[in-house]
Structures are given as C-alpha cells and as structure tokens.
C-alpha cells in the first residue's frame, strides 16, 4: 500500500523528491509557504539559468569543500545527466556551454521549465498545497504543525514521513527566510547559524573612487585569496566588489574575516600574460609618459585600472619602478572589511549541521523526518553546484524515505 509523504517546501529539492516519490507509487502533498512554488528557482532563472554543470565527478564532487564525500554519494545517485534526462522528459532540452555549465535550450524560458515540472506533479497525483506554512514538529511523535496562511487555520498533519527542504536565508521574498532555523532549533536540532555564501564584499572606497569610477567590469582578472586563486570577471560597485571571482573566494573570505584581522584579497590585472613578458613591458616604458597612458596603450589597461591603482597602492605617489609596479599589477591588495548582508547572497552557509542527520538525510531527533537542499549546511560555488546540489540531496532524501517506509527504519 501506498505510504502519505509530506514534502514541505517547493524549491528544487522539494520538487526533485515528489517527482521521485510519487513516481515510485507514494501519495506525496507538498506544501509551500507562498503562493506559488520555486520562486527562488525562477529568480535563478533570471540570473543566467545554469542548471548544473559537466565537470567530471570527482572534480564535481570535489566543489562541495569538506562535504565532498557526502556530496559524491548524491550526485553519483542523482547525477548532472540524470537531470538533464529528467527535464528532456518534460521536452526540456539542456546544452553544454563553453565553460562546462548546462543550461536549457534558449526557448525554455524558468517560468516554462516550472509549469511543466508542476504539470507532471499534478499528472503523478501531487498534492500541492500552496500558502501552507510550516510551524514546527507537533507534540506526537512524526506530527507536523501548518498554518494556512489565506486563512490562518492551524492544522496537524501525521504523514508516514516528512521531508523538509525550507531552503537558506538569502532573498527572504523569494520565501528562503530560514525562519524555520529556531524552530528546528526548539526541537533539539543542532543547527549552525546561516552566513552569506556566493556574495559580493565590501572595500571603503574613498568617495572621490566612487563618484569617479562608480559601476565598473573589471575583465580577464585573477583573484587570490591566500592560497586560492580563480580567474573572471570582477564588478567594481559603489560598495566594494561583486562577481564570481568573489562569489568563489567567499568560504575563505568569510574566514580570512572572522579571525577579526583586516582580509585581503589580491588582485592580478593581467594574468595571461607571464611575468616575464610583463616584466619587460614594464622596462620598456618610455620617459615622459603618463602612467595611465602608458597602460592603456602597452598593457590594454585602460580606465578605471589607473585610478584603481592610486586607490589601492600604498600612501604616496604611484611606484614608478618595473619591479614596484608588476608587484601592484599582479597582486594589487584589495582590502575587504565585510562580506554583502546575508539577505542579497546567492546561497547560505550553516543550517542543519551534519551531526543532526543520518546518512539518509534523516533528523536524528526526529524519526521519519529527513531535510535536503539548501537548508543544510554546505555550499558550492556558482556554476551550477547549487542547483545540482538541491535536485541531489533532494533525491538521496527521496531514496531515504523510501528505504524508511519499506523496513519502518533506516
Ligand atoms: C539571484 C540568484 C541566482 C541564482 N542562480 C543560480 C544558478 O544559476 N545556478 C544554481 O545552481 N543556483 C543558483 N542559485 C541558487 C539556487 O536558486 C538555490 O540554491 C536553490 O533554489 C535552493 O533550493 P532549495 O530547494 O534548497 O530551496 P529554495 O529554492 O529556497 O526553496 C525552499 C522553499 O521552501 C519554502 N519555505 C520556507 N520556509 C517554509 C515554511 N516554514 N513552510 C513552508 N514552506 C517554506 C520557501 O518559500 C521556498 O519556496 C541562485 C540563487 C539566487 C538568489
């Protein structure tokens, strides 16, 4: 006989588990606190859409940081060409970039990609709640309070089993407010407290940088951060810096800051070419000629990088020796003195910690209950990691509660 399973929460791990689960014959209800599902999935969407990625899986594995052993268990049982066979069953086509990232066909619009998901919910018998708002673990053992927020009624449900998949605490409109966090917390759940993953940082700008260079791309550059280094694009704002160089660095960002020590970060403005060619540019520059237009014509270094540079070097005027000036151009530090708020991050760190779960992603405290998604604590970088990482997790949480209601435990 078919079991009940609530699946609370309508992101892409609550949807990846009741496709799952209700095609394996179970009745699943999903309930959502807002009024449609995956509106963080949508807003995704709109940020580029990049579902997952190609990379092997050792080295897929291997960006989920000290989770890569967890990590490698879910995506090798729901991988990247899993979900791209699953949407192809939707008629969703999905290509390769040239950077590895999948993304669907350009006609497959996130509000398309969505509606035929909910669509093959509803054909599989979903039940799908909409405004039902998670309140907590009722008093019996495996019961679930809900408030049906058009109508403020609070009900209990008593489902055979529960995912939970509430999302991080970035972009709370979307719905991922993580008010669930003290509620889990109430009940025994240790839970680690939530910090901006994927998100821009802040540099004290001079307001005369401000007003002069404003909004700017900086392209083709290398970012350090001690040890790590990754190349992109890097975005000069008027507080600090965004793009995905930072976004990357962000775990050792976070740390650099928390030891309460001013953080640098280092930038390279010109890391394809070697030092050596770049050191002898860098003789050749003729007497007489403006720093400024002397970058711009030999090293394509043109506006803002001069007056980044006057921003950045240490007091004084400009170095104008070779040596001095490759040290600025190749690792110019960049002093960060907060990451972006928590709410404008692309992901979250902390949530569920590892300890409170089993390895079928079940509650220890709370027999019949497993979690999946953001909403525990890892992170990964952009380029799909997130998204695969959710749909994963989503499906190792599925196969759980499978295992769960055929033996009555794990
Ligand atoms: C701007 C932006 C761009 C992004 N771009 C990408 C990208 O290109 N690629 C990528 O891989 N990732 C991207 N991400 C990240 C990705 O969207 C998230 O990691 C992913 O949506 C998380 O999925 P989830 O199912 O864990 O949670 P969510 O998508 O956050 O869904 C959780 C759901 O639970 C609901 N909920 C919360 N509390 C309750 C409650 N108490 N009761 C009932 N329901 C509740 C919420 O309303 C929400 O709908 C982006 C994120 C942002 C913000």
Redesign the pocket.
Known sequence: MSATIAI?????????AAWQLAEAGHTVAL????AT?????L???????????SEPPAAFAGRYGTRHPEFARYLHLFSPDELRRLLARLGIETFVGTSG?VFPTPNHKPAHVLRAWLDRLRALGVQLHMR????GFGTEPGTHC?RHEATGEEFTIRPDATL?????A??AK???????LP?LLAAGVECLPFAPA?CGAEVAWSAYFREKVGRQPLKNIALRCGSHRVRGELLLTDYGIEGTPVYALTPYLRAALATGEPAFLHLHLKPDLPDAPLRQQLARRPDGTSLASFLSKTLRLGPPVPTLLRELAPAGPLPTTPDALFSLLTALPLPVSALRPLDE???TAGGVAWDAVDEHLMLRRQPGTFV?????DWE?P?????????FS??AWAAQGIGEFLRVGRV
């Open positions: 609370v929460g309508g992101g892409p791990a609550g949807l990846l309930y959502e606190a807002q599902m995956g509106r963080k999935f807003v995704a969407g709109h940020g580029g859409f990049n579902l997952s990625n990232r039902h708002r998670w309140l809900l939970l998949a509430l999302g991080g970035s972009w979307t719905g991922s407010d993580g008010r669930w509620l994927n991050a692309i992901s999946a998604g953001e909403m525990l990964a952009t380029g799909g990691y997130l998204l695969q990482g959710c997790t989503g």
